[in-house]
């Protein structure tokens, strides 16, 4: 079993950047067994877990609104506890002339800084951030084209 998997309950929190959910936005029959549907915003407060998954969430963030998110996380977990990440566009520490960084990981990069005010960022960019609000250890799980996933231990 991948490292990064659970048998506990999760909840499915809102993402920072949108309102909280309304009862009208949960389709009918998205209840899975395990999950439960949590109003909030994770800028504000999230519910004590054992482990978070931020998929395509600290991207699109400036640093100081992905401390503020990961100190919430922090404060939401156990001593034992995780953040996971999955991003898309993980930048290399080196950017090579390759067409995966041509077509897709500085256009992303690009993108997410002009749309959004956030960035792409390199593993040792995410660990910085992990690691300036308390988390001590960071493991990085590339996958494939820049997918990379990201678990933060405090």
């Known amino acids: 079993m991948p490292p990064w998997r659970f048998q506990n309950r999760s909840a499915r929190f809102r993402r920072a950047s949108k309102p909280p ?11 899975k067994r395990g999950v439960k549907h949590v109003n909030g915003d994770m800028l504000e407060t999230i519910p004590y877990t054992q482990a978070i998954m931020l998929k395509l969430i600290l991207h699109t963030w400036d640093d100081d609104h992905c401390k503020k998110i990961l100190r919430n996380c922090s404060n939401a977990l156990p001593n034992n506890g995780k953040v996971i990440v999955v991003e898309y566009c993980v ?16 256009p992303a990069d690009i993108a997410m800084t002009t749309l959004f005010n956030g960035k792409e960022r390199t593993i040792s960019e995410y660990d910085a951030l992990a690691k300036s609000v308390g988390f001590v250890e960071t493991k990085a799980f590339p996958i494939c084209l820049g997918t990379c996933v990201i678990e933060f231990l405090k």
Do not use: C, R, Y
Not at 21 to 31: L, Q, R, V, Y
Not at 91 to 106: C, D, F, G, H, Y
């Open 91 to 106: 930048l290399p520490e080196v950017i090579e002339n390759t067409p995966e960084t041509k077509n897709m990981l500085l």
């Open 21 to 31: 959910f309304s009862g009208s936005e949960i389709p009918s029959g998205s209840a």
